[in-house]
């Protein structure tokens, strides 16, 4: 995945933040990093993540605040943050699996059931119609012997479709190993003070296609929020965490993690891309030329 273009501002922003900060002392007052600004879905637009429960993402949609399903759509924009909660992360790895494979073998193991089942159903009604009993296999009558005929064709039509199907469940032909639906997170930090009601922003970025013509239209991106809770200072804590996203191209596809507080801070990680940790003067300086430069944008 390509490095998201930042506005030059915020270059100017970081490097008068070092040059400011040249004899300043090693005390740690915050942490700037490529962060990621979050959005959820709410109707037809997103709007701002304000904060997340175990049931309800809460979103800033300017006159009032509302909560949408934990399982909502989530967008994220690459954007320059200044934290002052850190986490250190010992591990972090991300794999996938797929419930639409799941969900295509299980149609097919129904199928099979389904097929058998009619093909008992129709067995039993062209069984009904006979003059005689079918099984003796003598003196039937000659429309008997038509009925035999019919019952053996829909016996050997269900056979061959049960071996048919069982063979592809065997071979994993209901299975498209290239694509997957889930995300799952093993990670293992340590954050350095208590984070009240922590949560998780999940992304992948990956390939898309044109089906019908095998064109590469580009990146795509899914993201998906997960409550985690309360996590405390100093202690180590094992994360498991899994979101289903939209099906996508496993093939080169590329993971972010983004973990929040209670109020909607971004956290630093060990792993946040251009992690620099400031100084109390350095947080000062940047936040005052932030300030002065968004009121030059506004003006």
């Known amino acids: 995945m390509s490095s998201p273009r930042f506005p030059l501002t915020i270059s100017v922003l970081i490097a008068c933040v070092s040059i400011a900060a040249a004899n ?16 959820a879905e709410s109707g037809k637009s997103h709007f701002p993540i304000v904060t997340m429960d175990k049931k309800n993402i809460y ?17 994220t924009r690459p954007e320059l943050v200044l934290a002052e909660t850190f986490a250190d992360v010992l591990e972090i790895h991300f794999t996938t699996s797929s419930m639409a494979n799941m969900q295509r073998a299980a149609q097919a193991v129904s199928d099979m059931h389904y097929a058998q089942f009619q093909t008992e159903v129709e067995v039993a009604m062209l069984n009904a119609q006979a003059e005689g009993d079918l099984s003796s296999g003598e003196d039937l009558s000659p429309a008997d012997r038509a009925l035999v005929g019919e019952i053996q064709d829909v016996e050997q039509d269900n056979a061959d479709f049960q071996t048919a199907m069982q063979d592809s469940l065997d ?16 990670c293992t930090l340590i954050p350095e003070k208590d984070i009240q009601g922590a949560y998780c922003v999940i992304v992948v970025s990956h390939n898309t296609m044109d089906m019908d013509t095998g064109e590469m239209l ?23 965490l899994r979101v289903a996203v939209g099906e996508f191209n496993k093939e080169e596809a590329e993971f972010e993690f983004h973990l929040f507080t209670q109020d909607g801070e971004q956290v630093a990680l060990s792993s946040s891309r ?20 968004s009121l030059r944008n506004r003006g």
């Open 24 to 39: 300043a002392e090693d005390e740690v007052g915050g942490y700037l990093f490529f962060g990621s600004d979050v959005s």
């Open 218 to 240: 580009g990146r795509a991106r899914f993201a998906r929020a997960k409550y985690i809770g309360d996590l405390l200072a100093d202690e180590l804590v094992g994360l498991r």
């Open 171 to 186: 071979t994993g032909a209901f299975e498209l190993d290239e694509l997957a639906d889930s995300i799952h997170v093993n």
């Open 59 to 75: 979103v800033d949609a300017g006159v009032d605040v509302k909560k949408v399903s934990h399982r909502a759509s989530v967008r």
């Open 274 to 293: 251009g992690l620099k940790p400031l100084t109390p003067q350095e947080v000062a300086t940047f936040k005052e030329l932030s300030e002065k430069t």
